[in-house]
């Protein structure tokens, strides 16, 4: 093979790789902007609950993959992890809005490992998609709470 070969075959390698993750990956991006912005769509709570209430669901979601993949050491995992996002989430409510930028954040890590190791199976495109979500939805937050956008 000719060095020219090599090459083209390594840039459409990364273009395959980069096609299977880049749109879950942007939609992310468009999603956490989303959730970012979601107080505004919820005026009459207060922010922290309309963050924490977005943290609970995105980590029941992993609930339902569970149950889809049937092996019930997944299940009871995804269960026991949902419940410590769901304490951090609560907490968060009436505690310092840090605890949902870690929350997002943690629940970030968690979407990375599960994408890495698969665990869940049958869920290639959703890892990417939340770990982008809850890292652009932390950012936003961690900016408006730095700039007092969102009174910690």
Not at 12 to 24: D, K, N, Q, T
């Amino acid at each position: 093979m000719t060095a020219a070969g090599t090459v083209h075959n390594a840039a459409a390698g990364l273009h395959g790789r980069l096609r299977g993750v880049s749109v879950p990956v942007l939609a992310g991006v468009v999603a956490g902007l989303a959730q970012a912005a979601s107080p505004l769509g919820f005026w009459w709570l207060p922010a922290a609950t309309v963050y924490a209430s977005g943290l609970i669901l995105i980590a029941a979601i992993y609930i339902g993959f569970a149950v889809a993949d049937g092996r019930p050491k997944v299940i009871v995992v995804e269960v026991a992890v949902a419940l410590a996002f769901v304490v951090i989430a609560t907490l968060g409510i009436t505690g310092p809005p840090w605890l949902i930028v870690a929350g997002l954040a943690a629940h970030g890590v968690k979407d990375y490992w599960q994408h890495r190791s698969q665990f869940v199976a049958n869920t290639r495109w959703w890892p990417p998609f939340c770990a982008a979500t809850d890292w652009v939805a932390a950012a936003v937050l961690v900016l408006a709470i730095t700039t007092g956008v969102i009174v910690s």
